[in-house]
């Protein structure tokens, strides 16, 4: 329904409840199937291992994901932290209450009717469930046009405690930056579900630098960085990565890393903040544009 | 394949090498985090365990809620590190055998080889594969808890690696070592 402001500009109307359905079902999506670039990688790194338990490795997380599929249930038993990213277009009025409250409610029956683990605690040090795998960790982005658009992340903490920050010197430079994300990616081993995909923030500021991180996760894992720069850049560093012999499951072979996305933005003229967002093998995200 | 059963004998936890893969048939206990932090302030008290550690293994897992019907959700292995410092204490006590994913500290290879019990790794991220070998689930402890409640589970040929043996042998490192040494050929 068009709304009509003051000045007669056209607005774009969204009612909550359908913010709430569309979070509802993007948390099951992420969690039951598994996204086709990822599929595609796992064809073509299978047929590139040959040692020992690799090859078989990987012939699991397919047969995983298959089953997965078949039968409407999660790939991974930590169905995650609920990260949802928010597009809203600036010619967009949400009506009929909170977006804050939609988003939630949305985690709350996705997590809820979709047989998903509720894995959130109402405060770090008191520890209790609350049941229903709220709150979400919510980001909103103000953007040009009248659409709204939705991305779930479902984060498990397997991989999400593997990841680090680290403020390098801008005399650290690109050899700094590698160097960082080969340790976090060495000290992480086996513990994150290896094969991963490693998503890297670099510049902006402390914790710019860590939202880039995982912004950088959304990408589909076929698409390298639009400069050709940090195009490069990922290539390199999935080479080295796949060098370190961690492999599927920390079982030794190639396959440690699927894709490693780099997002880069403006820094201060004294630092080059680097952050690295480790993700397991399925690296979960659903999206729909409202 | 190796297939083995549960209760794990001696012979059998010795006969096992770093880097076999098996099959395990048989009962065994899940927790994770805040079950091992009960368990051990039991331990500490001097009080008695909610169930009989000795010869058993715990499952590093909180599955997903089951389906109507179904015996349980998803139930792939968490990352074991952060069991750690419960673990020596409960392998002193008794326990023979854990699975969860991921790295050990020296402490816990340690006390794996100085007791002669075993470490494997379930599947990380397979957890819906995994769940389809488990065939019976019955809540034994801290139903609080939710998913990290203790359960018994009834798994048939579970499929593991095994990652630390009886003698300490950790296949994180050797099969690492020997990927990359045949890279250098």
Do not use: W
């Not at chain 1, 047929?47 to 090859?55: C, V």
């Not at chain 1, 979709?114 to 982005?141: C, H």
């Not at chain 2, 300490?168 to 050929?185: A, M, T, V």
């Amino acid at each position: 329904m068009p709304f009509y402001g003051k000045e007669g500009e056209f607005m774009r109307t969204i009612h909550i409840d359908e913010i709430v359905k569309v979070v509802r079902d993007l948390c099951i999506e992420a969690n039951y199937y598994l996204n086709e670039d990822i599929k595609n990688a796992f064809l073509k790194y299978k047929e590139e291992e040959n040692f020992k338990l690799a090859k078989d490795i990987i012939d699991i997380l397919i047969k995983n994901a298959e089953i997965a599929k078949n039968e409407n249930m999660p790939m991974c038993q930590d169905t995650g932290m609920a990260v949802i990213f928010v597009e809203i277009g600036q010619d967009v009025h949400i009506v009929g209450g909170s977006l804050k409250e939609a988003i939630n409610e949305g985690v709350r029956r996705g997590y809820i009717e979709g047989y998903l683990r509720k894995s959130v605690v109402n405060d770090p040090i008191e520890r209790i469930n609350t049941k229903d795998n709220t709150p979400a960790i919510i980001y909103t982005d103000i953007v040009e046009g009248d659409k709204l658009k939705i991305t779930v992340v479902p984060k498990g903490f397997g991989s999400e405690n593997m990841s680090q920050l680290k403020m390098l010197r801008p005399a650290d430079g690109v050899e700094g930056i590698k160097d960082f994300v080969l340790n976090v990616v060495k000290e992480a081993g086996p513990n994150p579900c290896p094969p991963i995909v490693v998503g890297v923030g670099i510049g902006g500021t402390f914790e710019y630098c860590a939202y880039l991180a995982k912004k950088a996760l959304l990408r589909p894992i076929d698409k390298r960085n639009e400069n050709p720069f940090y195009a490069k850049l990922e290539e390199e560093l999935l080479n080295a990565i796949n060098s370190l012999g961690i492999g599927p499951q920390g079982f030794g072979g190639k396959t440690t890393a699927l894709a490693v996305n780099i997002e880069a933005y403006a820094t201060h003229i004294a630092g080059l903040p680097v952050a690295v967002n480790i993700s397991c093998h399925a690296t979960r995200h659903a999206e729909k544009v409202l | 394949m190796i297939r083995i059963t549960t209760p794990l004998t001696n012979d059998v936890i010795k006969s096992l090498k770093a880097g076999d893969s098996v099959l395990l048939t048989g009962y065994v206990y899940t927790a994770r985090d805040a079950a091992h932090k009960r368990l051990v302030e039991l331990i500490k008290e001097g009080k008695e365990l909610p169930f009989d550690i000795k010869g058993q293994i715990i499952y590093y897992v909180g599955p997903t809620p089951a389906k109507e019907g179904q015996p349980i959700g998803s139930a792939g292995p968490t990352t074991s590190y952060r069991m750690d410092p419960y673990t020596p204490l409960l392998l002193e006590k008794g326990l023979k055998g854990m699975i969860g994913k991921g790295k050990r500290s020296k402490e816990v290879i340690d006390s794996i080889k100085k007791n002669s019990c075993i470490y494997f790794a379930a599947i990380g991220g397979a957890a819906a594969l995994t769940a389809k070998c488990v065939k019976s689930s019955e809540l034994i402890a801290y139903e609080d808890l939710g998913a990290e409640a203790i359960r018994r589970l009834y798994v048939e040929d579970l499929p593991l690696v095994v990652v630390v043996d009886s003698n300490g042998n950790n296949y994180y490192e050797i099969g690492q070592r020997e990927y990359l040494s045949l890279c250098d050929k």
